[in-house]
T-cell receptor, first 114, second 117 residues
């Protein structure tokens, strides 16, 4: 069974600081990887995804993530956060060898202080 | 193009009552997924449906919970005889049927927040 670990459950940063949220997954086969964001009071929105190809994926709002297969990791990064990035971030993995069951991490709450 | 619609957005029930949560997928989407988000926990997969078929219900509690996605109308998640532990946010997601199941992304609705008193 696949699983996802997000190591930081709550992160507090000042505006303009750099962000890196860790995500590790456990699954032996080929995977699709996702980061979703949930702004306060809103639904989940897709931030970026990796299916194949370039392991450095660029998403919306200046976010990017790098798939490192040898480390089973898909960390999310942003060079300079803004107050509007305050939200909860979920990493998710799906086996690409099966249908679309997606496993989510527990989430990381990011609070950006002006 | 409207996104995934869920209603009601908030639902309050007393213990023992029934809760019905509705999900209308995005136009052109024929796959529906239900997830539950408990306080301080991530999203947990519950069930995956296509029109008139349950494909995977491995995340559904064995009792009181059921789901359907009829040929016409929204998908329904039904919880009978609710208990306080059912209080959670229930999210629905949908994806298209493009013939390339491995490339499809799930789009989420706003969720239904169920509170059981």
């Amino acid at each position: 069974a696949q699983s996802v670990s997000q190591h930081n459950h709550h992160v507090i940063l000042s505006e303009a600081a750099s962000l890196e949220l860790g995500c590790n997954y456990s699954y032996g086969g080929t995977v699709n990887l996702f980061w979703y964001v949930q702004y306060p009071g809103q639904h989940l929105q897709l931030l970026l995804k990796y299916f194949s190809g370039d392991p450095l994926v660029k998403g919306i709002k200046g976010f990017e993530a790098e798939f490192i297969k040898s480390k089973f990791s898909f960390n999310l990064r942003k060079p300079s956060v803004q107050w509007s990035d305050t939200a909860e971030y979920f990493c998710a993995v799906r086996s690409s060898g099966g249908y679309q069951k997606v496993t989510f991490g527990i989430g990381t709450k990011l609070q950006v202080i002006p | 193009n409207a996104g995934v619609m869920q209603n009601p957005r908030h639902l309050v029930r007393r213990r023992g009552q029934e809760a019905r949560l509705r999900c209308s997928p995005m136009k052109g989407h024929s796959h529906v997924y239900w997830y539950r988000q408990l306080p301080e926990e991530g999203l947990k997969f519950m069930v995956y449906l296509q029109k008139e078929n349950i494909i995977d219900e491995s995340g559904m509690p064995k009792e009181r919970f059921s789901a359907e996605f009829p040929k016409e109308g929204p998908s329904i998640l039904r919880i009978q005889q609710v208990v306080r532990g059912d209080s959670a946010a229930y999210f629905c997601a949908s994806s298209p049927d493009l013939g390339q199941a491995m490339q499809e992304t799930q789009y989420f609705g706003p969720g239904t927040r169920l509170l059981v008193l």
